[in-house]
């Protein structure tokens, strides 16, 4: 077994990931997309890929989504005839070292709702249950139609609105100062996201963004200041970005909600959102591995 480690994406390794997806899933009946942009890890620096080689085959991954310096979330695959051999656990015991260093306290292992060998790999590596999300796609039924309040503006957003939508951020996702500033200024950074913004005349109310990736759109981040909710602009800005994205850039657009979210819930479903995949989430301390 050769391992390797990195920070930064290739296209030949991608190819290689979902090649490895493809033929789980196709094994295990799931629908293994494992969401690899990187782009809103906090640290740039951390090593957030790892993966296992026999020779040159690459045989199994894992890959760490770490937005905040709290936690991380783990997904990984193995090709079915290289599993119960120890590279999971491998790759799983450096990822973890790499988070121990830069002081990330839990890890959440994602394991999708029908996958039994998910499900057992994280009881036993002593990791508990904590929540689970849908994955929801869009059934691309726009309601064209539905108009913009004369005092509301949908506008992508710039460089001088970054101070404002820090402080949003705060308010808005409750997080403090750094961890907002990393997330919004990771937006406006990386060339695969389109950050949008809702201003109720001159005050910036909410704001969106949307992540593409392997054809997909995926909105993320989607809130309204908590003075603001409850008056329909959630679903203004929703709507204006769904515009947006189907007609200029995909007609597959995804985003994930907490399950325990009903409110978010109920706004996409909705508006054109089906269930398309359900994970559940297994916490663990970095300390206790």
């Known amino acids: 077994m050769n391992i390797k480690v990195c920070n930064k994406l290739k296209d030949d390794i991608i190819s290689e990931i979902r090649k490895i997806e493809e033929i789980s899933n196709e094994q295990d009946n799931l629908k293994i997309n494992t969401f690899l942009d990187d782009s809103m890890n906090f640290n740039k620096e951390i090593n957030n890929l790892f993966l296992a080689y026999e020779g040159d085959k690459l045989v199994s991954f894992l890959n760490i989504f770490i937005p905040t310096s709290k936690e991380g979330e783990i997904s990984a695959c193995t090709l079915p005839e290289y599993r119960k051999k120890g590279y999971f656990k491998s790759l799983f015991n450096k990822a973890i070292q790499e988070l121990y260093k830069y002081k990330v306290e839990d890890v959440l292992l994602v394991v999708q709702e ?31 139609h539905l108009a913009v309040p004369d005092k509301i503006q949908i506008l ?53 963004g949307v992540s593409f990736e392997d054809g997909d759109g995926y909105i993320f981040g989607l809130g309204i200041s908590p003075d603001y909710r409850g008056k329909g602009y ?56």
């Open 114 to 144: 029908n996958s039994e060998v998910g499900k057992a790999i994280a009881i036993n590596l002593g990791a508990k249950y904590d929540f689970s999300e849908y994955l929801l796609k869009f059934n691309g039924d726009i309601n064209l």
């Open 156 to 208: 992508e957003a710039r460089v001088e609105h970054l101070e404002d939508m820090i402080k949003l951020a705060q308010s808005t996702f409750n997080r403090g100062y750094e961890e907002s500033e990393i997330m919004v200024n990771n937006a406006f950074e990386t060339q695969n996201r389109k950050q949008y913004i809702i201003k109720l005349e001159e005050n910036i109310i909410g704001m969106a």
């Open 234 to 289: 959630s679903k203004i800005l929703l709507n204006e970005i769904i515009k947006d994205t189907y007609i200029n850039h995909t007609k597959s657009i995804v985003l994930e909600v907490d399950s325990n979210n009903k409110i978010a819930f109920n706004l996409y479903t909705k508006n054109g959102f089906i269930i398309d995949n359900a994970f559940h989430y297994y916490r663990k301390s970095c300390k206790d591995n």
